[in-house]
């Protein structure tokens, strides 16, 4: 089971970056990502569900971040757009082996390696 994801990089304040997890191993159901900035807890951004019918988001990103998957390249999808300096965080995305969505990490079975994505002023 492995969860690869990639897309981080160095942005000015309102631009766009899109990340990328490709999941392998098994069937995930719903997936998500969170974030991690330095000397804080990793806290939740988006989750997704297994259709890609019902989406979740941290009310910090509601509105900028886009979460989405393509199911037959078993990949998740976060589009971030008019990033913040505070977005600046190693985001890592995260899948549960169950049905029922959830915001709370000690929720989520498998992680990735993390991104690290910068946001400059």
């Known amino acids: 089971v492995q969860l690869q994801a990639s897309g981080g990089g160095l942005v000015q304040a309102g631009g766009s970056l899109r990340l990328s997890c490709a999941a392998s191993?098994?069937?995930?159901?719903?997936m998500g990502w969170f974030r991690q900035a330095p000397g804080k807890e990793r806290d939740f951004a988006a989750a997704i569900s297994w259709s890609g019918s019902s989406t979740y988001y941290a009310d910090s990103v509601k509105g900028r971040f886009t979460i989405s998957r393509d199911n037959a390249k078993n990949t998740v999808y976060l589009e971030m757009k008019s990033l913040k300096p505070e977005d600046t965080a190693v985001y890592y995305c995260a899948a549960r082996r169950s049905w029922r969505p959830s915001m709370d990490k000690a929720e989520f079975h498998y992680w990735g390696q993390g991104t690290q994505v910068t946001v400059s002023s």
């Open positions: 191993g098994r069937t995930f159901y719903v």
